[in-house]
């Protein structure tokens, strides 16, 4: 996945030309708010991430300064742990839970090219609160469940993802 084509796909959508290089699934984020100001919010927390081509590299305090604060504000503290078969069982306790709270720690290593197996590709306002945000799915079964916490952080009440 090239970022650049990515962010330019979240600023401006895709080209009319520009065919997507694996499955398109839906997320469709009914909102609290008007779905237009969820979707300015979703683009610049995004965008900012999007930005970091290797997301690991900075310090979790460095994304906390670059980061918008209303998402910032709404991650669970990391635990810090020593063991790392420890850590890696609260990281994955922490990323299964449906719906639940993500630790910024986990966010950050989940948007890494390592591990994201999505790309952002179009959004649209289908009704004033309902958000319809696309992304490239290069494995089966990918949810891209980080960006859904992005979008409940947002305003996003419930998200079904239609495939």
Do not use: Y
């Not at 009704?127 to 079964?141: C, K, M």
């Amino acid at each position: 996945m090239n970022h650049h084509d990515e962010i330019r796909r979240l600023l401006s959508g895709p080209r009319p030309d520009e065919l997507p290089s694996g499955r398109l699934i839906a997320l469709h984020a009914e909102c609290s708010v008007d779905a237009e100001q969820a979707l300015q919010l979703v683009r610049e927390a995004w965008a900012t991430a999007l930005w970091q081509p290797e997301p690991a590299r900075l310090g979790l305090d460095q994304w906390k300064l670059i980061l918008p604060r209303w998402l910032t504000s709404m991650f669970e503290t990391d635990i810090v742990v020593d063991d790392p078969l420890l850590q890696r069982a609260f990281q994955l306790q922490g990323r299964m839970r449906p719906g639940g709270a993500w630790t910024l720690a986990n966010w950050v290593r989940a948007i890494g090219p390592a591990e994201r197996r999505w790309a952002w590709w179009s959004a649209a306002i289908a009704e004033p609160t309902v958000l319809l945000v696309r992304v490239v799915a290069t494995t089966e079964g990918e949810q891209a469940e980080a960006l859904q916490w992005v979008l409940r952080c947002a305003g996003a009440r419930s998200i079904a993802v239609v495939r």
